[in-house]
Antibody, heavy 126, light 111 residues
């Protein structure tokens, strides 16, 4: 059974770079895409981006200029960096496996997140 | 930025049936992309409840069911139980964003 465990700094000052890591245990790392999702306190979920084992990425356009997602296949880990953070970036950050299905003509019509990591609250405050 | 709209809250008495709607557009649900549903219990990470419109992962009770039609989808909970009190989110893919989108979220309260 695949399990995801996250860690990273939980308190940042404005303009600093957020850095989180997520380790994958108990299953295959290659052959899947892996994602980051965030949730501001009391609010809904926002997709940040995803990456596959070879490093191919896809980012949310609203965050693309500040986000870097990378993988270390030797350690079955993925990482998230978000630069120039502000208070608006305060959120619980989750990593998750990105599953795809219902593929036809080079396009997949079904993609969802399972399982999820435990989440880390990152607070940006001066 | 949520492009899938859900009612902020729904409630029901134990044993009742409640439904949660998820309204999208021609660039996501209406374009043929599947809808998935997540349950988020207080203080925990979301967990997939329904994937690919109407499929339940092993371990999810058959009280939960999903459907999709046109630009919308629905999650139904029959025989509502106290343990179902949680936040529920729909999710799909949006071709304009070229990425995943989530619903605004619905809080289910068991009266």
């Amino acid at each position: 059974q695949v399990q995801l465990q996250q860690w990273g700094a939980g308190l940042l000052k404005p303009s600093e770079t957020l850095s989180l890591t997520c380790a994958v245990y108990g299953g295959s790392f290659t052959g899947y895409y892996w994602s980051w999702i965030r949730q501001p306190p009391g609010k809904g979920l926002e997709w940040i981006g995803e990456i596959n084992h070879s490093g191919s990425t896809n980012y949310n356009p609203s965050l693309k200029s500040r986000v870097t997602i990378s993988v270390d296949t030797s350690k079955n880990q993925l990482s998230l960096k978000l630069s120039s953070v502000t208070a608006a970036d305060t959120a619980v950050f989750y990593c998750a496996r990105f599953l795809v299905g219902n593929c036809s003509g080079g396009r997949c019509y079904s993609n969802w997140f399972d399982p999820w990591g435990q989440g880390i609250l990152v607070t940006v405050s001066s | 930025q949520s492009v899938l709209t859900q009612p902020p809250s729904v409630s029901g008495a134990p044993g009742q049936r409640v439904t949660i709607s998820c309204t999208g557009s021609s660039s996501n649900i209406g374009a043929g992309y599947d809808v998935h549903w997540y349950q988020q219990l207080p203080g925990t990470a979301p967990k997939v409840l329904i994937y690919a419109n109407n499929n339940r992962p092993s371990g999810v009770p058959d009280r939960f069911s999903g459907s999709k039609s046109g630009t919308s989808a629905s999650l139904a909970i029959t025989g509502l139980q106290a343990e179902d009190e949680a936040d529920y989110y729909c999710q799909s893919y949006d071709s304009s964003l070229s990425g995943s989108v989530f619903g605004t979220g619905t809080k289910v309260t068991v009266l």
